[in-house]
């Protein structure tokens, strides 16, 4: 979806690699939006989350796999990524925060919270991927 050759995609692209927090938008089954921040892994093609098994945002995609992600805006909000897709809660056991590209994102704050990726590994226990079905932006040329 992202075309990497296009200036625009390619700094979308590198931002989604970077960065650290993603916002996660779910839908309630009243229709109410639900959004926290998350971290993740973008693969170039998918995001993979990890949720304790009791968190809302689990019971309304188990309701409606519908979701929103969101970059943190840049440039005083004169630099947004938004992300419309699909996610799906997996049931895969390889899949965990102590794999090394997500703990190796993510040591440095685990470490500043006095965490580890093997002390979160027993809490985040629920792995969901999201596809994405839309990249809106708007901002940066």
Do not use: C
Not at 73 to 93: S, W
Not at 117 to 127: H, L, S
Request: aromatic letters at 10%; a negative charge; hydrophobic letters at 40%.
């Amino acid at each position: 979806m992202l075309d990497l050759a296009q200036p625009k995609d390619a700094h979308i692209e590198q931002r989604l690699r970077s960065e650290l927090i993603i916002w996660l938008s779910t839908v309630r089954p009243d229709g109410r939006p639900h959004l926290v921040p998350v971290w993740f892994l973008w693969d170039g093609a998918t995001f993979l989350i990890f949720s304790q098994p009791k968190d809302l945002k689990l019971r309304n995609l188990r309701h409606n796999p519908d979701v929103v992600l969101a970059l943190e805006t840049r440039d005083q909000g004169n630099e947004v990524v938004l992300i419309e897709g699909k996610a799906a809660l997996l049931d895969d056991p390889t899949l965990k925060i102590t794999m090394p590209t997500y703990a190796e994102k993510y040591d440095a704050l685990m470490k500043s919270m006095g965490w580890t990726a093997e002390w979160m590994a027993t809490r985040y226990t629920e792995p969901v991927r999201i596809t994405p079905t839309r990249f809106i932006s708007w901002g940066h040329e």
